[in-house]
């Protein structure tokens, strides 16, 4: 099989897929129940006020086609109507975890360990199987040989 490369609009699912040389194992491990479980648990959904808001960043960002991203993203040239699309972005994403009320990068990353102790603090109790012990072989003494 060749390579595997599926882009949509944001309107649609998946929004992006890539998988270099894929095979029936990767397709066969992706259609799953244990991979979707899996995406449910971790990954979460993409919910539909993030795509109509990240829409709104790109929809500002084609009105000015002469810009680069530095020229987007630098604080001073930043158009203001885009600063607000990504305020409100910020704050879709930030409802789809469940908090409303982070405003700083800090508080943002704080949350992101909460949340990743919360849903890895399960498998540290799980029991490793001890391991079987292999003995050492045991070696002849060396011996010291005397010189004529």
Same mark, same amino acid.
């Given at each position: 099989? !060749?390579?595997?490369?599926?882009? %949509?609009?944001?309107?649609? @699912? ?6 270099? &040389?894929?095979?029936?194992? &990767? ?7 244990? &991979? ?7 990954? !979460?959904?993409?919910? %539909? !006020?993030? /795509? ?14 002469? $810009? ?10 930043? #158009?203001?109507?885009? /600063?607000?699309? &990504? ?7 930030? $409802? $789809? ?10 508080? @943002? ?12 603090? #399960?498998? $540290?109790?799980?029991?490793? #199987?001890?391991?079987? @012990?292999?003995?050492?072989? /045991?070696? #002849?003494?060396?011996?010291?040989? %005397?010189?004529?």
């Amino acid at each position: 099989m !060749g390579s595997l490369l599926q882009i %949509s609009n944001l309107e649609k @699912r998946p929004l992006a897929f890539v998988l270099s &040389h894929p095979t029936f194992y &990767h397709l066969d491990n992706l259609c799953s129940t244990r &991979h979707n479980a899996w995406m449910r648990a971790v990954c !979460g959904q993409l919910k %539909s !006020g993030i /795509v109509a808001a990240a829409k709104t960043v790109l929809d500002l960002r084609a009105t000015f086609p002469d $810009a680069t991203l530095a020229d987007f993203y630098d604080p001073l040239t930043m #158009p203001p109507e885009l /600063v607000k699309a &990504h305020q409100a972005l910020d704050r879709a994403v930030d $409802a $789809a975890y469940g908090k409303t009320t982070l405003n700083t990068e800090a508080e @943002r990353v704080a949350f992101l360990f909460e949340r990743y102790q919360q849903l890895t603090a #399960p498998l $540290a109790l799980v029991e490793k #199987p001890a391991k079987m @012990r292999t003995r050492e072989p /045991v070696l #002849p003494a060396r011996q010291e040989f %005397s010189q004529p």
